[in-house]
């Protein structure tokens, strides 16, 4: 069960989006998991996408028609399959299940953005997707965005959703995202699908410059595994319904607009990370005292992939030995181990390289018994810090990840 993590009361709707959902028994029936997400004409959209060599059909598609001059119309999301591996079949299918949908909404199917989740290296049902992409047309809503939330989910335990208003200069602005996760969780884009979307007049500039700096601190900031999905997509559209001008980078209105989509981005990041396959603790890890930023995430991510580190935090087990060992594993060129600090939350463990003196074991099982807590880093070598999410691994994951195909 996700930890301290409740399904959002509510979201709010975003001008100039509408979303609406289907049943097409992609992986199991009973249930909706095809989702449209119709925008407004004119509206600006930026993406940012997995890294990882097998890059999904769909996340191929994505890069090609964002690159295009066509204004993207829709989105369209299917659970339970990730159509990747499967080859050129699998570029006709996303390109089939798209021209459904531009048939439906009006638009070209260069226009419409594909995402997929779920298994790999099976086809997708083409014939009953499309044959639901009418019926997700027929339920689009703007106030829809919890129903969204939850037919994009797949092992995910608790549908992910933010809202936040902020005041600009030309009116009140609203952020709403969802967000799904679970597995496969690992930092080299963004991690997982997430959809952010704005009514603020950003110009295209803006939202790909407000996108990559929200997800640099919010899904390049969590891992549950280390393993980096083959379709990771992360998507904001600002469809320019408040204002009269466009915002640029550098106008006054685009800061506060940026942390908005950055806090939104945040929430959705941790929930990620509470709701990890089988997690009983979420676990912030701050690394600080470093020559930089990329280095204090180096040691950050050695102690968040460790499976000696994430077992015992499952167990309540204190056990800082593996800690140190994680951090001397990173790879720090010229780190001095006497001048490392290790803590959980408050409670020092090690100082300069030492056991600190009015540590007990006691006190640190206090710590790692609580659902949430902190483990915290200084190298001693500088003034640079980096905060990632993590959780720990439970049974769960191992029986949740061995029984995922059956």
Same mark, same amino acid.
């Given at each position: 069960?996700?930890?301290?993590?409740?399904?959002?009361?509510?979201?709010?709707?975003?001008? @100039?989006?509408?979303?609406?959902?289907?049943?097409?028994?992609?992986?199991?029936?009973?249930?909706?998991?095809?989702?449209?997400?119709?925008?407004?004409?004119?509206?600006?959209?930026?993406?940012?996408?997995?890294?990882?060599?097998?890059?999904?059909?769909?996340? *191929?598609?994505?890069?090609?028609?964002?690159?295009?001059? @066509?204004?993207?119309?829709?989105?369209?999301?299917?659970?339970?399959?990730?159509?990747?591996?499967?080859?050129?079949?699998?570029?006709?299918?996303?390109?089939?299940?798209?021209?459904?949908?531009?048939?439906?909404?009006?638009?070209?199917?260069?226009?419409?953005?594909?995402?997929?989740?779920?298994?790999?290296?099976?086809?997708?049902?083409?014939?009953?997707?499309?044959?639901?992409?009418?019926?997700?047309?027929?339920?689009?809503?703007?106030?829809?965005?919890?129903?969204?939330?939850?037919?994009?989910?797949?092992?995910?335990?608790?549908?992910?959703?933010?809202?936040?208003?902020?005041?600009?200069? *030309?009116?009140?602005?609203?952020?709403?995202?969802?967000?799904?996760?679970?597995?496969?969780?690992?930092?080299?884009?963004?991690?997982?699908?997430?959809?952010?979307?704005?009514?603020?007049?950003?110009?295209?500039?803006?939202?790909?410059?407000?996108?990559?700096?929200?997800?640099?601190?919010?899904?390049?900031?969590?891992?549950?595994?280390?393993?980096?999905?083959?379709?990771?997509?992360?998507?904001?559209?600002?469809?320019?319904?408040?204002?009269?001008?466009?915002?640029?980078?550098?106008?006054?209105?685009?800061?506060?607009?940026?942390?908005?989509?950055?806090?939104?981005?945040?929430?959705?990041?941790?929930?990620?990370?509470?709701?990890?396959?089988?997690?009983?603790?979420?676990?912030?890890?701050?690394?600080?005292?470093?020559?930089?930023?990329?280095?204090?995430?180096?040691?950050?991510?050695?102690?968040?992939?460790?499976?000696?580190?994430?077992?015992?935090?499952?167990? @309540?087990?204190?056990?800082?030995?593996?800690?140190?060992?994680?951090?001397?594993?990173?790879?720090?060129?010229?780190?001095?181990?006497?001048?490392?600090?290790?803590?959980?939350?408050?409670?020092?463990?090690?100082?300069?390289?030492?056991?600190?003196?009015?540590?007990?074991?006691?006190?640190?099982?206090?710590?790692?018994?609580?659902?949430?807590?902190?483990?915290?880093?200084?190298?001693?070598? @500088?003034?640079?810090?980096?905060?990632?999410?993590?959780?720990?691994?439970?049974?769960?994951?191992?029986?949740?990840?061995?029984?995922?195909?059956?």
């Amino acid at each position: 069960m996700a930890v301290n993590l409740k399904p959002p009361e509510s979201l709010l709707p975003v001008p @100039g989006v509408r979303l609406g959902a289907a049943e097409a028994a992609i992986k199991k029936p009973g249930r909706k998991d095809l989702l449209l997400i119709e925008l407004a004409p004119g509206s600006r959209v930026a993406g940012v996408f997995t890294r990882n060599a097998f890059a999904a059909a769909p996340v *191929q598609l994505c890069r090609e028609r964002l690159a295009g001059d @066509g204004a993207i119309r829709a989105l369209v999301i299917n659970a339970g399959n990730a159509n990747a591996a499967t080859g050129e079949g699998g570029l006709d299918d996303a390109r089939a299940v798209t021209a459904a949908v531009a048939q439906v909404l009006g638009c070209e199917p260069a226009q419409v953005l594909p995402f997929s989740t779920g298994v790999i290296g099976v086809r997708l049902p083409v014939e009953r997707m499309t044959a639901a992409v009418p019926r997700a047309g027929a339920e689009l809503h703007a106030d829809a965005w919890l129903q969204a939330a939850q037919a994009i989910m797949t092992t995910d335990t608790v549908p992910k959703g933010a809202s936040r208003r902020v005041h600009t200069s *030309q009116g009140e602005v609203t952020v709403t995202g969802i967000a799904k996760g679970v597995g496969m969780i690992c930092p080299d884009m963004a991690t997982l699908l997430a959809f952010v979307g704005t009514d603020a007049r950003l110009t295209s500039e803006a939202v790909n410059e407000c996108l990559r700096r929200a997800v640099e601190v919010s899904f390049n900031s969590v891992t549950v595994d280390g393993d980096t999905s083959t379709n990771d997509s992360c998507v904001l559209f600002a469809t320019g319904r408040q204002g009269e001008r466009d915002v640029g980078p550098q106008d006054p209105d685009f800061g506060a607009i940026c942390a908005a989509v950055t806090a939104v981005c945040t929430e959705l990041a941790q929930a990620v990370a509470r709701d990890g396959e089988g997690a009983t603790r979420f676990i912030t890890v701050e690394v600080g005292g470093a020559h930089s930023v990329a280095e204090a995430r180096q040691v950050a991510y050695s102690i968040a992939h460790s499976p000696l580190v994430k077992t015992a935090m499952f167990a @309540g087990d204190a056990n800082w030995g593996r800690i140190i060992m994680a951090v001397g594993k990173a790879g720090v060129e010229g780190l001095d181990p006497r001048r490392v600090s290790v803590a959980l939350d408050e409670v020092q463990l090690i100082e300069n390289g030492e056991p600190h003196p009015a540590y007990r074991e006691e006190l640190g099982a206090a710590v790692v018994a609580k659902p949430e807590f902190s483990i915290r880093v200084s190298l001693g070598r @500088g003034a640079a810090h980096a905060r990632v999410w993590t959780c720990d691994f439970s049974y769960d994951y191992v029986r949740i990840n061995a029984e995922y195909r059956s």
